[in-house]
């Protein structure tokens, strides 16, 4: 069960798009549909934005989008906020019948 | 309103016990699977596991496996984390959350604090 790889940190401008990748094997995100990604900012609990790879909940903002290929999945947020800074996780159910998150990329707003 | 309340955190020696609850409230607490997750302050999210809403089925990372126990009473719609054989590295923030059906969590409690030290 070793955690998804994830970059520690990634940063954009007001405006821009970035892309966060977060990287599994064979067991978990590249043969299942089962990956999910949490916002969590600052002393607050996590957030669910991505489900199912790509499907967001209600209420999420259409400028998260998720996708995946291979064995990497990917978060994009588009048309950044300020109030996007936060650190971001994904996660995967595995062939164990187990979940999995990754290590977490912290997002900054410059 | 959905909400989930965790309960139960505090200060206890290494090898000691302690008993985590989590209050659901706002939906139908039986018809989900629930999880458990940890973190350490200013590290990343660690999933514990995972319970049937039935009960009857559970699973377990292998970190835990052994020592913590998943449970829960629908009738009172609590969940629960038994942890024993507690160790330093144990010391966390312990959250409680709602599974989706799709193995992601869609709703999450605010977390309760286990400090593990002598």
């Known amino acids: 069960q070793s955690a998804l790889t994830q970059p520690a940190s990634v940063s954009g401008s007001p405006g821009q798009s970035i892309t966060i990748t977060c990287t599994g094997t064979?067991?978990?995100?590249?043969?299942?549909?089962?990956v999910s990604w949490y916002q969590q900012h600052p002393e607050k609990a996590p957030k669910l934005i991505i489900f199912d790879v790509a499907k967001r909940p209600s209420g999420v903002s259409n400028r998260f989008s998720g996708s995946k290929s291979g064995t990497t999945a990917s978060l994009t947020i588009s048309g950044l906020q300020a109030e996007d800074e936060a650190d971001y996780y994904c996660?995967?159910?595995?062939?164990?019948?187990?979940?999995?998150f990754g290590g977490g990329t912290k997002l900054t707003v410059l | 309103e959905v909400q989930l309340v965790e309960s139960g955190g505090g200060l206890v020696l290494p090898g000691g016990s302690l008993r985590l609850s989590c209050a659901a409230s706002?939906?139908?607490?039986?018809?989900?699977?629930m999880h458990w997750v940890r973190q350490v302050p200013g590290k990343g999210l660690v999933w514990l596991a995972r319970?049937?809403?039935?009960?009857?089925?559970?699973r377990y990372a292998d970190s835990v496996r052994g020592r913590f126990s998943i449970s829960r009473d629908n009738a009172k719609k609590t969940l629960y984390l038994q942890m024993n054989s507690l160790r330093v590295d144990d010391t966390a923030m312990y959250y409680c959350?709602?599974?989706?059906?799709?193995?992601?969590?869609?709703?999450w409690g605010r977390g309760t604090t286990v400090a593990v030290s002598s």
């Open positions: 996660s995967s159910y595995t062939s164990s019948s187990t979940l999995v």
């Open positions: 959350a709602r599974d989706t059906w799709d193995f992601a969590m869609d709703v």
């Open positions: 319970i049937s809403g039935d009960g009857s089925s559970s």
């Open positions: 064979s067991s978990d995100v590249r043969d299942l549909k089962y």
């Open positions: 706002g939906f139908t607490f039986s018809s989900y699977w």
